[in-house]
């Protein structure tokens, strides 16, 4: 097979499974092979002498950019969830209102999504703006956004019966509006927020400069810039994730479908840690000094831990729009056994990868006050 092979179709129609391994740690290597891509590791050193200088400028482009969002979720086909033992019956006993069905089960699972953004505009943290948001489709369970130091935080809880497939029934949400008037009637302070949330309004808390919010927000910024691994320890590992993956990972094939262009990377996982043992144990010994913790013979043990994963493949499905990365997944099929007869991507780890556009909600209720007279900060 050629290092890199065309194929004019979407990269759906791959062989199913033909060996079984322990899952555990078969989803153990998925995560440290997936994260260290995901954190940007992947760049021209790792691909520079590949023919598709698209996939190299993407990569690139995408792990320098301050101006991203990612929106993490697990796709499993309702055929996965069947091999895997679930039952109509078994969702039925669930007691979602419109998830009756494992093809229901499958959609709400898919439509259930992570969101984290960050927009740096600056060097100062004054411009440092940043969301979380919790999603179920076009619902959001809980959207925390921070910008100039202002903390917002809205809900689309009350709606949630709206969204297809229903997750929510209206009786949970009249019961929860309910108890958050009992609660607003024993402390009226919070009223207003209350109100505000359960009517769609944002809330808002201020940390400004010279409060003794804005004094507590400074110093958990400075604690959490102390604790974080060093750009040198980054910089470090980042070059030798290039080197590991140039020698362990190959251009399996291409294709095109409505969200981009196609190619697929298939990581030979023994290769890869083995590669990586090195930068792994240095970087897990870097952190782990200040605890006291000794990892001595530990290269010894790595070792013989990956000796499980010879001749196993990560396969890594990427979507190009031009030159942007806008989405990836990690095949889980691959690490479930062969008598399923699963085709691979029945179940993925999928980001959505796209511009970030952070917006202070309009028209917030200001708690700030509100917090203070409770004296709870």
């Known amino acids: 097979m050629s290092e890199f092979t065309e194929n004019p179709v979407e990269v759906t129609a791959t062989p199913t499974i033909k060996k079984a391994f322990n899952k555990k740690k078969a989803i153990i ?13 992947v760049g021209v050193t790792a691909f520079k002498s590949r023919p598709d200088v698209r996939l190299v400028t993407a990569l690139s482009n995408l792990f320098g950019d301050k101006n991203v969002e990612m929106g993490f979720s697990v796709q499993m086909s309702p055929e996965f969830m069947t091999a895997m033992g679930m039952t109509d019956a078994d969702v039925l006993e669930m007691g979602r209102p419109g998830i009756t069905t494992v093809t229901d089960a499958a959609t709400a699972l898919g439509l259930m999504e992570l969101r984290i953004a960050s927009l740096d505009e600056s060097s100062s943290d004054d411009k440092l703006s940043s969301r979380m948001q919790l999603a179920y489709g076009v619902k959001s369970i809980i959207d925390l956004t921070l910008i100039d130091r202002v903390l917002y935080l809205s809900t689309d809880a009350m709606t949630m019966p709206e969204q297809s497939p229903q ?3 209206q009786e949970e949400v009249d019961g929860v509006m309910s108890a958050l008037s009992i609660y607003s009637s024993m402390a009226p302070q ?5 109100d505000a949330l359960t009517g769609g309004q944002a809330i808002s808390l201020n940390f400004e400069k010279g409060t003794a919010l804005g004094d507590a927000f400074d110093e958990y910024i400075k604690s959490t810039e102390d604790s974080a691994m060093s750009s040198k320890v980054l910089d ?4 030798a994730n290039g080197a590991a993956l140039r020698d362990s990972a190959t251009v399996l094939s291409k294709g095109k479908d409505n969200t981009g262009d196609i190619f697929v990377l298939s990581i030979d996982i023994y290769k890869y840690l083995k590669a990586m043992k090195g930068p792994i144990l240095e970087l897990a010994k870097s952190q782990l000094d200040v605890l006291g913790t ?8 790595f070792m013989q831990g990956i000796k499980e994963f010879q001749g196993k493949t990560l396969d890594i499905k990427t979507w190009l729009d031009g030159d942007k990365l806008v989405r990836l997944e990690i095949d889980l099929t691959q690490f479930v056994a062969a008598d399923q007869g699963l085709n691979a991507w029945s179940a993925a780890i999928r980001m959505n990868i796209s511009d970030a556009n952070i917006v202070a909600p309009s028209n917030p209720y200001d708690i700030t006050q509100d917090l203070l007279s409770l004296g709870l900060i």
């Open 294 to 301: 000794d990892l001595s013979g530990e290269s010894k043990e």
């Open 167 to 169: 997750l929510v029934s």
């Open 29 to 41: 290597a998925s995560v440290v092979a997936g994260a260290l891509i995901i954190v940007g590791a």
């Open 236 to 239: 470090q590992l980042k070059e």
């Open 190 to 194: 919070i009223s207003g927020a209350l």
